[in-house]
């Protein structure tokens, strides 16, 4: 039997998913022509303008009438077929700024320039050129497939997920009401650390609440010889770090979860100088919303209580602030889930089809679940390494090059495949012929 056959292998196979099979087969070579291209020509969030442009063609091929510049290079595709539900599905289109170090005879070169004006190189080292390769590969089926499905597919392009900008902006201009309002969104993201040819699952919270915070701590600068004349903020911004770890271990009740980060720290010029500023920036993670709070009201507590201290007045107090780049957690609605994943293992087999633990990254996919609507909506993550080199991380505990690695390399014709049949199978199970 052939690796793709054991993909679909079953006691019975259904029709759907023998057809399925056929069709996947047949798009995979310009599929894996398309991901190459992809990988090789990456863009940067809030860029994406050739990838958008690509993936409008794509769907435009497909038979969907296609929106595009929705919310920057959002792209929008609808393709009605009858009375039924209406389905969301969602790919990201934006790479990250990493020099690809895989090896791959058609890795990136891309070198541009960031927002700040930095020279950066740029990756698919999130995967989102599977992600967007497998979108397209469902879009071509349900397109074949349609006297087997009914209602209305949307399938959006989103920009800027690694900045978690762009599913704000799409939904700040409207998609729920441009276009027609889904009773589901379903999306997928890549795992390394799951064979691919498999699928995973998480019900509920499968992805965290992520803040990013920045703090200035401020003093009184002056000469490194004489510290007793100055309030240094270098001494602040120490004590505020290890405080901080404090959070999570004696502030946050166990068995709920949370990260404080400290990811960066700038201040001073020179050796012999006490400045007047110290800069922190933090990545505060959590899953619940109470959890959420109460740790951002500690990092301001902490870093105020410092301060006073010091001895500094009000004026000097710490500037804590929380940016943009914030999302809240996504959570899998867990019927919808438990619905996707019998179908996953009714189409792939038990064995290929695994629960996951939620983790600590972050998805703006989750704010599609957050609208006033409360859409239930499902990630599934997709196995994405080879299955010798993920038993072998398993036995050794040596882990394999993980999301946003210049050394992540997915193995494309197993994890697109499969990434394409569960996708196609989820839709053909949320929107059946009547």
Known sequence: MSSVACLFAANSAPPAREQVTSLVNREFPSLHSLYQNWHQHPELSFHEEKTSADMAAELRRAGFQVTTNFGGFGVVGVLQNGAGPTLLVRTDLDALPVKEQTGLPYASNVQTKDDAGNDVSVMHACGH????????????????????????????????????????????????????????????????????????????????????????????????????????????????????????????????????????????????????????????RSYSESVRSNTLAAITRIARGLAMTAGLPEDKMPLVTTTEESVPATYNDPDLTRRVATVFQNWLGAERVTKVKAIMGAEDFSLFGRTPEKIPICMFWLGASDPQRVAESQRTGVPLPFLHSSLFAPVPEPTIKTGIAAMTAAILELAPKK
């Open 129 to 284: 050129d599977i992600h967007m390769t497998v979108f397209v590969g469902a879009a071509r089926l349900v397109s074949q497939l349609k006297d087997r499905w009914q209602g209305t597919l949307v399938f959006i392009g989103q920009p800027a997920e690694e900045r978690v900008g762009g599913a704000r902006a799409m939904l700040g201009e409207g998609l729920f009401k441009r276009f027609p309002k889904p009773d589901f969104c379903l999306a997928l993201h890549v795992k390394p650390d799951i064979a691919a040819g498999t699928v995973g699952y998480t019900e509920g919270f499968a992805l965290a609440n992520v803040d990013s915070v920045d703090i200035t701590f401020r003093g009184i600068g002056g000469h490194g010889s004489a510290p007793h004349k100055t309030k240094d903020p270098v001494v602040l911004a120490a004590e505020a770090i290890l405080a901080f770890q404090t959070i999570v271990s004696r502030e946050v009740e166990p068995g709920e979860a949370a990260v404080v980060t400290v990811g960066s720290i700038h201040g001073g010029t020179k050796r012999n100088i006490i400045p007047d500023e110290v800069k922190l920036a933090l990545t505060v």
